[in-house]
Every structure is written in structure tokens, then in C-alpha cells.
């Protein structure tokens, strides 16, 4: 009897170790399992880690193309903005320079007829007094001084034109 239940009881004993021997066996499985879902879980981590990352770098550098576009416009209007400035200041100079030239070339022809009504005195006297000598002098005088005023008001008159019209074509160029 005590023989039976020592082989009932091995029996019982083997029977259970088989079955943990199972279970231990189904566990390694779920643990192989499990082991290769958390591999997978964690690449997919990685990768997403990695993707995340390339995102902030392209982020960056667009927020510092952004920023470099945004200070090269700052720095083109400071620019545009001194130019204007030039310009105007240009501008007020050469409408000083016209003006002085144009107040230059008024006291040139006063003075010149100055010098012509002068001539026509000294000529109406010179024949009032019949001195055809001093008349003869006064005429040769007389045109030079003519002459010269003449050739300043010429030269007068070019350099206003000129100004003109440089200011004209500074004014295409704008």
C-alpha cells in the first residue's frame, strides 16, 4: 500500500512538475513576447525621438533664415532710408546752387546794362560835344566792356543749363 501511494504520490509529483515545467515554458515564451514588443516599442521611440529632433533642428534653421531675411531687410531699408536722405540734401544743394547762379547772372545783366547805358551816355556826350576823338574811345571801351559782359552772361547762362540738367537726369536716375 505504502509502495502505491509513493508511486501515486511521484506520479502526482511528476504530473506537477511537468505542468510547472509547462507554464514556466509558456511564460518564457510570453516573456520572449513581450521582451520583443518592448524592442519594438522602444526603435519606435527612437525613431520618433529622432524624427522629433530633425523637426527642431529644421525649426531652427528656419527660424534663423527667417531672422537673417528679417536683418537684411532692416539693413536695405536703413539704406534706401540714408539714400533718400542724400537725395533730398542733394537736392536742397543744387537749388541753393541755382538760385545763387540765377542771382549771379541778374547782378551780370544789370551790370551790363549798366555798362551799355553808360556807353550811350558817354557816346551822346562825346557827340554833344563834337570831340570825335574821344568818342572813337569811348565806343572801343565800350565794346570791350560789351564784349566781356556778354561773355559773362554766355557763361552764366551755360552753367544754370548745365545744373538743369544734371538735376534732370539725377532726377531719372531716382
Known sequence: DDHDASEDRHKSV???VRALEQEAEQLRGTVRRLEAREAKLDKALAEADAG??????AAAALVRELAAQDAERAAALEAND???????MTRARRAGERHQLRRQLAEQERLALVERNDHARAVAAA????????????????GRHAKNAGAKVEAMSAEVELLARGRDEAAARA
Do not use: I, N, S, V
Open 82 to 88: 540714408r539714400l533718400d536722405a542724400q537725395l533730398r
Open 52 to 57: 522629433r529632433a530633425a523637426r527642431d533642428a
Open 127 to 142: 557827340r554833344e560835344a563834337g570831340a570825335q576823338d574821344m568818342m572813337r574811345q569811348a565806343q572801343d571801351a565800350a
Open 14 to 16: 511528476a504530473k506537477t
